[in-house]
């Protein structure tokens, strides 16, 4: 497995690893590469891996009973993304997880990661630090879009997810902050 100088990094800054538990944990990353508006999950499938973006950005969302897209999350470089209640409960996914951009991933199946936290616990450790950042960004984003004006979620927004602005739509991004597009425009005009 080559480059993955950039997952080695991130996971340094939690834990850290010897030269033989890196070369364990590289052996079982999967390379994956979705090309722009392809698929990387869709409802239905069987969700097995967690994956680490490389490069790109790709967005996680549900379609609800009228067709109506809403975007739950979107992960660019250094960010993970999967449907992980499918994953963990072994059930059918209910998101799409698509390209916005071309996405170089590195993927990781349970079965491998459950049997290198055995053998390496200190990733046990690692990706329960992850889970628990994860849940707190949720929480601060429920409440967020309970207590803030849509001005202050478009600036935590931005502060969140630095220059994704020039990546996705005006479109995309008013989606995932529960507004109009043309609401999303009044306010960066104030803004700017």
């Keep these: 497995m080559k480059n993955n100088g950039p997952l080695l990094h991130y996971i340094s800054?939690?834990?850290q690893l010897t030269q033989d538990e890196k070369e364990e944990f590289e052996s079982i990353l999967i390379r994956t590469c979705v090309q722009r508006k392809s698929y990387l999950v869709q409802p239905g499938d069987t969700v097995n891996h967690i994956y680490f973006v490389l490069s790109g950005c790709l967005k996680a969302y549900y379609e609800d009973e009228m067709g109506n897209m809403h975007i739950l999350q979107f992960a660019v470089e250094d960010w993970w993304?999967?449907?992980?209640?499918a994953m963990h409960h072994k059930a059918p996914a209910a998101l799409?997880?698509?390209?916005?951009?071309?996405?170089s991933l590195v993927g990781i199946d349970m079965r491998s990661l459950e049997l290198?936290?055995?053998?390496?616990?200190?990733?046990?450790?690692?990706?329960?630090?992850?889970?628990?950042?994860?849940?707190?960004?949720l929480r601060?984003?429920?409440?967020?879009s309970l207590q803030k004006s849509c001005a202050d979620r478009y600036l935590e927004f931005c502060e969140k997810y630095p220059g994704i602005q020039k990546r996705v739509t005006n479109y995309h991004i008013a989606n995932y902050l529960g507004v109009t597009a043309e609401s999303l425009?009044?306010?960066?005009?104030?803004?700017?």
């Design 13 to 15: 800054k939690y834990i």
């Design 81 to 85: 993304i999967t449907d992980f209640d």
């Design 96 to 103: 799409y997880i698509r390209a916005i951009e071309d996405s």
């Design 116 to 137: 290198l936290f055995a053998r390496i616990p200190k990733f046990e450790r690692f990706f329960r630090i992850l889970y628990t950042k994860a849940f707190i960004a």
């Design 140 to 144: 601060k984003r429920v409440m967020s």
């Design 185 to 192: 425009s009044r306010i960066r005009r104030v803004l700017n």
